[in-house]
Structure formats: C-alpha cells, structure tokens
Antibody
Framework: EVQLVESGGGLVQPGGSLRLSCAAS????????MSWVRQAPGKGLEWVAN????????YYVDSVKGRFTISRDNAKNSLYLQMNSLRAEDTAVYYC????????????WGQGTMVTVSS | DIQMTQSPSSVSASVGDRVTITCRAS??????LAWYQQKPGKAPKLLIY???SLQSGVPSRFSGSGSGTDFTLTISSLQPEDFATYYC?????????FGQGTKLEIK
C-alpha cells in the first residue's frame, strides 16, 4: 500500500525549533518530487516547500524562506522539514505529499502532524 | 505569486443536484490546475489534475474543464459522500498556490 506517515509535531514556544519527518512506503520514493503542505486551524491549504528526487533543487514559500529547510534521505525513504525561528502563524497541520511525475498535482498525502507554536 | 480565487466560498445543494465550482487564476496557467476534496479532519484527496484529467479511482460524476485563467469543477449528481470542502491549486509556477476553498453543504 502506498503510504506517507508524518511524525514530529507538537507544542513549541515562539522562536523554537522542530523537525518533522515523513516515512514513505509502497512506492519508489527516490523517483518522486516531494512536498510539504500546511493548513492552519480552520483555514485553507498552503504549499510550504518541495524537493527534487535527488535533493538538488528545493523551493519554498516566501513566508518560510530562511527559517525552514526541506531535506530527504532516499536510503531511508524519508522526507524532513526542519523548522527554526517558529512563529505563532506557523501553527498548522503539516502534510507531506507526493508530487505526480509531471509535478502537476499532489496524488498521495499523509495524515498530517499538528504543530502548535505558543508560549 | 499567482492568486487563485474560488467561487462561491460556500454552496448548499441537495443529493442529486448538479454543482459547479469555479476557480480563477490571476494570470494564465495553461492547464496546470488540480482539484482536491477535503473532509473534516482528513487529508485532501486529489480529484482532477491537468485541469480535466480524472484521478484514478475518482467517480466519473466529477469533471473538470478550463484553461488559461478560468476553470470549473462539476459534480454531475451529488452523492451524500460529496459534501466536503473543495480546493483548486495551480502548478504552473512556484509557489504552488491554492484557492481559498469552497464548502459544499447539504441543503
């Protein structure tokens, strides 16, 4: 079964750090671009970042540039999001998602992990 | 950044109705548009990619059309399981922006 499972969410104080992980199974992880998408409570979806199959290209939404780092370990079939200098507005459910081969949509999503930034 | 605007923001309909949701891009995106369905507490589910291609396993009552800046998602005959929130998303350029969502409610 094709599956993505996120972990690492939790409560963190403003200015703190957190590292999210996403474990992939059921497909050849190294063949796909991968993305992080977030959703603040009661709000819509926001694409956060994505990474090329070999990690050589990475893109970020402006609001997280310089604070978040996306990475991957193809040997471990895992995707990561290192989040530093966290702000209250980063509070959201974070989903990892697989990009279709043409990068025209996200066809597989994890269940999400909640990140709460609050003092 | 490309802005995606959906209308309406919410719609009430009955089982069996035909419903159309529109999505407008702030600049041309060719056919680089996807539609997702999201139910409360669940991850989004891909319905349509490349503006009009039906994702595997999605019922044929869902269809998409459009190109350039104007797109539509149509549900031909609403079923009880279709009541959810729907999002469009452009994949023409980074950041891959989403519309604000359309909540489809039972009348």
């Amino acid at each position: 079964e094709v599956q993505l499972v996120e972990s690492g969410g939790g409560l963190v104080q403003p200015g703190g750090s957190l590292r999210l992980s996403c474990a992939a199974s059921g497909f050849t992880f190294s063949s796909y671009w991968m993305s992080w998408v977030r959703q603040a409570p009661g709000k819509g979806l926001e694409w956060v970042a994505n990474i090329k199959q070999d990690g050589s290209e990475k893109y970020y939404v402006d609001s997280v540039k310089g604070r978040f780092t996306i990475s991957r370990d193809n040997a471990k079939n895992s995707l990561y999001l290192q989040m530093n200098s966290l702000r209250a507005e980063d509070t959201a459910v974070y989903y990892c998602a697989r990009d279709r081969v043409r990068q025209d949509a996200f066809d597989i999503w994890g269940q999400g992990t909640m990140v709460t930034v609050s003092s | 950044d490309i802005q995606m605007t959906q209308s309406p923001s919410s719609v009430s309909a009955s089982v069996g109705d035909r419903v159309t949701i529109t999505c407008r891009a702030s600049q041309g995106i060719s056919s680089w548009l996807a539609w997702y369905q999201q139910k409360p507490g669940k991850a989004p589910k891909l319905l349509i990619y490349a503006a009009s291609s039906l994702q595997s396993g999605v019922p044929s009552r869902f269809s998409g059309s459009g190109s350039g800046t104007d797109f539509t998602l149509t549900i031909s005959s609403l079923q009880p399981e279709d009541f959810a929130t729907y999002y469009c998303q452009q994949a023409n350029s980074f950041p891959h922006t989403f519309g604000q969502g359309t909540k489809l409610e039972i009348k």
